[in-house]
């Protein structure tokens, strides 16, 4: 199994920490900045073993984005 990360988070600063910081112990990341975009990204990848995600966000919430996950 891929040991793959998709952390959702409005903030471009965490985002790119969790990227840096993750990749750095070999998982593979990938990113969105609001539920939207993750729900469009996760149609386009392999499922990510683990979802960190930020519940508070504009756009789409991580409360709706779990709804419509």
Do not use: H, W
Request: net charge negative; charged share 30%.
């Amino acid at each position: 199994m891929t040991r793959s990360l998709l952390p959702i988070d409005d903030d471009p600063d965490i985002r790119n920490a969790l990227a840096l910081v993750l990749g750095d112990l070999e998982f593979q990341v990938r990113t969105a900045c609001d539920g939207r975009e993750a729900l469009k990204l996760l149609q386009e990848i392999e499922a990510p073993y683990l979802i960190l995600l930020d519940l508070r966000m504009p756009v789409m919430d991580g409360e709706e984005f779990r709804a419509r996950q």
